[in-house]
């Protein structure tokens, strides 16, 4: 240690217990080692109220369910604007079988009474009993056209209604569709919340697991590193420590610094000799110091 080199006894005497404290009976407070603590991320996860699983539930199925309300209601745009086309499409179709029916028959009359015509029974009952037969047989097959394409009238005008009441009750069938889709939406969307929070949950948990490991280490690292401090504080120096620590070189320093300030060797040796407690200090250099003051003296 660095010290002041004494021109007083009193401020050798001072400066040897100074040397005593430092080197033998020093007692510093325990430090504790300083651990850099765990300190690890958490997940911060705030769980989404019901209401704003609701919202995201209508969110995610609404626009599925608008899409395919349109995509049906199109089909069913599409089969009336068919039936409508197939509509014309047999009326021109009926009509014209109506009228090659008229000319078939037309042509089937004039052929009849031009026969009768020309064997001279124009007049008499037998054309017109043909006549009549030729016009309940036209009138039998318009009968039949009329009947068949009735029929296929009525189907396609019943198509067209069941698909205009088809478009008309779209908005409630879907919205039915949807509130069921929305609902079994937000039971899964619950499911994940849960999921959700016991995952964050035990993640966290893990986290604060370790900390507190690490915490609790750190506490036993330093309750053992004290009771080593602890357990050298009462364990007295050996004398090649306290060599090798430097402990009799400052004494030796300390008192010769002082003894040298005085000129006269017999004089020295004399002041010296009468300090026992010096050997309190020097131990078993005493005797050596002791002797080089009294060669010095030349006694």
Same mark, same amino acid.
């Given at each position: 240690?660095?010290?002041?080199?004494?021109?007083?006894?009193?401020?050798?005497?001072?400066?040897?217990?100074? !040397?005593?404290?430092?080197?033998? !009976?020093?007692?510093?407070?325990?430090?504790?080692?300083?651990?850099?603590?765990?300190?690890?991320?958490?997940?911060?996860?705030?769980?989404?109220?019901?209401?704003? &699983?609701?919202?995201?539930?209508?969110?995610?199925?609404?626009?599925?369910?608008? #899409?395919?309300?349109?995509?049906?209601?199109?089909?069913? #745009?599409? #089969?009336?604007?068919? @039936? $409508?086309?197939?509509? @014309? =499409?047999?009326?021109?179709?009926?009509?014209? +079988?109506?009228?090659?029916?008229?000319?078939?028959?037309?042509?089937?009359?004039?052929?009849?009474? $031009?026969?009768? &015509?020309?064997?001279?029974?124009?007049?008499?009952?037998?054309?017109?009993?043909?006549?009549?037969?030729?016009?309940?047989?036209?009138?039998?097959? !318009?009968?039949?056209?009329?009947? #068949?394409?009735?029929?296929?009238? @009525? =189907?396609?005008?019943?198509?067209i209604t069941s698909a205009t009441a088809a478009i008309t009750a779209l908005p409630?069938?879907?919205s039915d569709v949807f509130t069921a889709e929305k609902n079994a939406k937000l039971?899964?969307?619950?499911?994940?919340?849960?999921?959700?929070? !016991?995952?964050?949950?035990?993640? $966290? %948990?893990?986290?604060?697991?370790?900390?507190?490991?690490?915490?609790? %280490?750190?506490?036993?690292?330093?309750?053992?590193?004290? +009771?080593?401090? &602890?357990?050298?504080?009462?364990?007295?120096?050996?004398?090649?420590?306290?060599?090798?620590?430097?402990?009799?070189? =400052?004494?030796? %320093?300390?008192?010769?610094?002082?003894?040298?300030?005085? %000129?006269?060797?017999?004089?020295?040796?004399?002041?010296?000799?009468?300090?026992?407690?010096?050997?309190?200090?020097?131990?078993?250099?005493?005797? =050596?110091?002791?002797?080089?003051?009294?060669?010095?003296?030349?006694?």
């Open positions: 240690m660095q010290f002041q080199t004494p021109t007083t006894k009193q401020e050798m005497y001072a400066t040897l217990r100074t !040397i005593y404290n430092y080197y033998r !009976i020093r007692m510093d407070g325990y430090t504790p080692t300083t651990f850099t603590p765990l300190d690890l991320d958490r997940i911060t996860f705030v769980a989404p109220t019901d209401t704003e &699983l609701t919202v995201k539930a209508a969110t995610l199925t609404a626009a599925k369910n608008e #899409e395919r309300k349109a995509k049906r209601k199109a089909e069913l #745009e599409k #089969e009336i604007a068919l @039936s $409508n086309a197939k509509l @014309s =499409d047999i009326t021109a179709e009926e009509n014209a +079988l109506l009228a090659a029916i008229e000319e078939k028959y037309e042509e089937s009359e004039e052929k009849i009474r $031009n026969e009768a &015509l020309r064997r001279g029974y124009s007049n008499s009952s037998v054309l017109l009993s043909r006549l009549a037969e030729l016009e309940s047989a036209k009138n039998a097959e !318009i009968v039949k056209i009329t009947a #068949e394409y009735a029929g296929k009238r @009525s =189907d396609l005008n019943a198509a409630n069938y879907y039971s899964e969307l619950k499911d994940e919340r849960v999921k959700d929070t !016991i995952a964050v949950n035990k993640y $966290n %948990s893990a986290q604060d697991e370790k900390e507190q490991k690490n915490a609790i %280490s750190v506490a036993i690292n330093n309750a053992e590193l004290q +009771l080593k401090f &602890l357990a050298l504080q009462t364990s007295p120096f050996t004398k090649e420590q306290l060599v090798e620590m430097g402990y009799y070189e =400052d004494v030796l %320093s300390c008192i010769t610094g002082y003894f040298d300030t005085i %000129s006269s060797a017999g004089t020295r040796y004399t002041e010296f000799a009468n300090e026992s407690k010096l050997v309190f200090y020097l131990e078993d250099y005493y005797p =050596d110091v002791l002797y080089l003051y009294r060669t010095l003296a030349g006694l």
